[in-house]
């Protein structure tokens, strides 16, 4: 599945909770370690989920990233790439319940 087909979906959900795009690009690019620029590439290009992560610099943080994405713990996944996706759904999660930017980026 590409990631641009996806990100419309992210930006419907943070904006619904009353988030911006800028701070759903942050958290994506805070994880992956692109800068916006980047992610505006991948996001034109069409690359899938795979392509996308495999260029990525995960954030050292990343393991403090717990929790469950529809009944099922992040940190207990076992597949790499469903892990960082799953890490991604997590984050863009706790950006649309209103969470604050300092406590999503593990600050």
């Known amino acids: 599945m590409a990631f641009a087909d996806v990100y419309p979906a992210y930006v419907n959900k943070v904006e619904k909770k009353g988030r911006s795009i800028a ?56 597949d790499p790439l469903m892990r960082q996706i799953r890490y991604l759904d997590k984050l863009v999660d706790e950006l649309a319940k209103g969470r604050p930017m300092e406590k999503i980026l593990r600050k």
């Open 23 to 78: 701070e759903l690009d942050e958290v994506i690019c805070w994880l992956t370690g692109y800068d916006e620029a980047e992610l505006r590439d991948h996001l034109d290009s069409g690359v899938t989920f795979e392509e996308f992560f495999a260029t990525a610099q995960l954030n050292p943080n990343v393991s403090l990233i717990t929790g469950s994405v529809c009944g099922v713990k992040v940190q207990e996944v076992q």
